[in-house]
């Protein structure tokens, strides 16, 4: 009877032992879970603010730029003439400076830019990421058009990567202008061993590429309106103006930002 009884005393201590750690372990299971909600809270608040489409004026540059980003960068082709990449390189206006430059370099079968070899090599002495973009035409063979510029454009570690530049038709149909374009990219592909980036606006996205290029990274046009483009897929670089100033500078610059930090910035770069 008293062994029992001890034994029913001890079975009460261990329940009374059990029942008090409860509140502790409910207490830790509670503040666990109300740090994931507020942790998920500010990123996702983060990326709100980053990404809520509004725009704060830069005199130095001559337009607007959407706030959030800060990687700027520009494009050139034979149009701007012999850019002084010295002058990019040092223009700014409080926190926006320019990191990057896309150059054209080739169109079509048989196109060069004229100024292609000097305003690549002169965005490299200058300290500039560079990339080189081919303006496609639709209507050409499409393996013949990557021969082209794998001819003219020698990318090294560091570089962007290629980039094809598609906008129209050209009297063709969407399943013949999908097969010559996929063509260019496998092609690119194959010889510098990175994805290259397409380079179109929303709706020629939308209505002429669509699912088909999902997988490739996108730099879209949008600059008619001071809003987010609105494109349901991730984009890599968002060319946002084209009237941008540089001082000291004739002309006018297409002004881009790219999508991501300064490691995902260097994550794309050629290896």
Not at 48 to 63: L, P, Q, R, W
Request: proline fraction near 4%.
């Amino acid at each position: 009877m008293s062994q029992q009884n001890n034994l029913s005393k001890n079975k009460a201590i261990r329940k009374k032992k059990k029942n008090t750690s409860s509140p502790l372990v409910y207490f830790l299971a509670l503040f666990g879970v109300l740090f994931l909600i507020c942790l998920f809270g500010l990123r996702s608040c983060l990326r709100s603010k980053k990404n809520d489409g509004t725009f704060e004026s830069y005199k130095a540059f001559g337009i607007q730029l959407p706030k959030g980003y800060d990687i700027h960068g520009i494009d050139v082709s034979y149009f701007q003439g012999n850019v002084p990449m010295q002058k990019l390189k040092t223009a700014s206006d409080n926190d926006a400076n320019i990191s990057f430059v896309y150059i054209k370099a080739t169109e079509g079968i048989t196109r060069q830019d004229k100024r292609f070899a000097q305003n690549f090599a002169n965005a490299k002495n200058a300290g500039l990421v560079r990339g080189a973009y081919h303006y496609f035409i639709s209507s050409r063979n499409g393996k013949d058009q990557a021969k082209n510029f794998i001819q003219h454009v020698q990318l090294e570690s560091g570089d962007l990567p290629p980039v094809i530049d598609i906008e129209r038709v050209h009297h063709t149909t969407p399943a013949e202008m999908q097969k010559e374009v996929m063509d260019w990219i496998q092609t690119v592909q194959a010889h510098y061993g990175v994805k290259p980036i397409i380079y179109t606006f929303v709706s020629f996205y939308r209505d002429y590429l669509g699912s088909k290029f999902d997988e490739y990274p996108l730099w879209i046009a949008h600059y008619q309106k001071h809003t987010l483009p609105k494109i349901n897929r991730s984009w890599l670089i968002w060319q946002h103006d084209e009237k941008g100033k540089i001082k000291g500078l004739k002309g006018n610059y297409d002004f881009n930002v790219f999508n991501g930090d300064s490691t995902d910035f260097e994550n794309i770069l050629i290896p």
